[in-house]
């Protein structure tokens, strides 16, 4: 595969991702057929976004990243989430128009999760890369990235913006390559009632990266390449985790700020 030291050009947003845990009392597949259906309806129904995708992860999922010395890449089972709500804004007035959905969002939650953790960043700080623009995405996986101790959030951004998109994007294998660095985690911003929200400190996430292919067999030989391999070795001193997930679905529900009669897959 060949690399380039040049990030593609980015389109900077105003978004948030909310990793979701569905309730273990019923088969998993209830919980993520009512988060697809009845839930879906609430939060598209909120008029200040631009964008609503659902992230549906793989159920076996026990980390795609490749192993490395000195970083954590197996996902453990505890912690291993459903899928993912990826919210992009409006603007930075977005949440007052939304106040009503959320609040009905926050009673429903309890019909289908467990556990709820929002992580969200100031404007600019989610960047979604025209890779290849028009072209379909028949494949996707989404990783999560905790910065190691010691490490400063403006270098951990940078090496995000800068280092990390040039280096996948230099594999020539994505179709889609979306990135977000978040802010110190808070339960305050979704302090959902009835649903855990425990996040301890050593758990929490500072960047994710939505990766997308052509079909399953580049994901495969992004993943596998030289490229991230040598990727991962840089990374050792700056992160301290990496999960990377395989996605089964990416719906959407709204876009350019207009809710789908239908989802789009």
Known sequence: MSTSTAAPKARKQLSSSILLWVRTDQ??????????????????????????????????????????????????HDRKIDGIAE???????????????????????????????????????????DVAPGEPVGSRAVIYVRRRDGVSARTFRKLVNTQLVSAMAGTGLLK????QTFLPWSQKLWDTPNV????????????????????DAARDAFFAGDAIR???????????????YDVTAALTYVKDARVLPHHEA
Request: net charge positive; glycine share 10%; no cysteine.
């Open 176 to 179: 889609e390559l979306r990135t």
């Open 196 to 215: 855990a929200h425990d996040n301890p400190e050593d758990q929490r996430f500072h960047a994710s990266v939505m990766l997308g292919f052509a079909d």
């Open 87 to 129: 919210v992009t804004l409006k603007g930075v007035l977005s949440t007052l128009q939304g106040r009503k959905q959320n609040a009905m969002a926050y009673q429903d939650e309890i019909n289908v999760f467990r556990r709820t953790l929002l992580y969200a960043g100031l404007p600019g700080m989610s960047r979604w890369y």
């Open 27 to 76: 088969p998993r597949q209830t919980g993520m057929d009512y988060w697809k259906g009845p839930h879906s309806g609430i939060i598209s129904a909120n008029r200040g976004l631009k964008e609503y995708r659902q992230i549906h992860v793989a159920e076996d999922n026990v980390g795609r990243w490749p192993a490395t010395a000195g970083i954590a890449t197996a996902i453990p």
């Open 230 to 244: 040598g990727l991962s070795e840089q990374l050792i001193p700056l992160a301290a985790t990496i999960h990377a």
